[in-house]
């Protein structure tokens, strides 16, 4: 996928993250757009930054830069969700697109894909990002609905969204 179709699933996948956390759909529904949607677009940005310097979809496309994203918070108390963005730019180029990614690199160059997607700049990519991001939601819905209230309005409320 290029850049429109991973900016695109960050910022709906965000709205429905906000929907899904905050229902009312008034001003604090709109905070929390805003709250998911600044560190969810960087974070579906930043594995293609490998394409200016080193091997695209090895460089930061593994699981190495996911646990990166995901452990700095726990040590530098910002960008909590900054990772969610990460996960999904790996999740839209796996299900998305014909071309795998190398999640062990760089302690392995094999390519991991599906035998699904459609090739970068195809007219259906669109499509197929929206798809992406509706399991995406379906699958955040599901975990939200599961998870305690307590705890998950103590997660944003720690991540600055609530």
């Given at each position: 996928?290029?850049?429109?179709?991973?900016?695109?699933?960050?910022?709906?996948?965000?709205?429905?993250?906000?929907?899904?956390?905050?229902?009312?759909?008034?001003?604090?529904?709109?905070?929390?757009?805003?709250?998911?949607?600044?560190?969810v677009?960087?974070?579906?940005?930043?594995?293609?930054?490998?394409?200016?310097f080193?091997s695209?979809?090895?460089?930061f496309?593994?699981?190495?830069?996911?646990?990166?994203?995901?452990?700095?918070?726990?040590?530098?108390?910002?960008?909590?969700?900054?990772?969610?963005?990460?996960?999904?730019?790996f999740?839209?180029?796996l299900?998305?697109?014909?071309?795998?990614?190398?999640?062990?690199?760089?302690?392995?160059?094999?390519?991991?894909?599906?035998?699904?997607?459609?090739?970068?700049?195809?007219?259906?990519?669109?499509?197929?990002?929206?798809?992406?991001?509706?399991?995406?939601?379906?699958?955040?819905a599901?975990?939200?609905?599961?998870?305690?209230?307590?705890?998950?309005?103590?997660?944003?409320?720690?991540?600055?969204?609530?």
């Amino acid at each position: 996928m290029n850049k429109r179709e991973h900016v695109i699933n960050a910022v709906v996948l965000s709205v429905g993250l906000a929907y899904l956390t905050h229902p009312a759909g008034d001003a604090t529904t709109a905070r929390a757009v805003v709250g998911f949607a600044v560190p969810v677009v960087l974070g579906a940005l930043v594995p293609d930054v490998d394409t200016a310097f080193g091997s695209h979809r090895k460089t930061f496309h593994n699981l190495a830069t996911l646990g990166v994203f995901v452990g700095y918070p726990l040590y530098f108390d910002n960008l909590e969700l900054v990772w969610i963005g990460v996960a999904t730019h790996f999740v839209l180029d796996l299900l998305g697109s014909k071309r795998g990614l190398a999640l062990l690199y760089p302690l392995d160059s094999a390519e991991f894909d599906l035998p699904i997607g459609v090739t970068t700049g195809s007219r259906y990519a669109t499509g197929v990002t929206l798809a992406v991001t509706a399991v995406e939601l379906a699958i955040a819905a599901a975990l939200i609905a599961e998870v305690p209230r307590q705890l998950l309005e103590g997660g944003l409320r720690a991540a600055g969204v609530f």
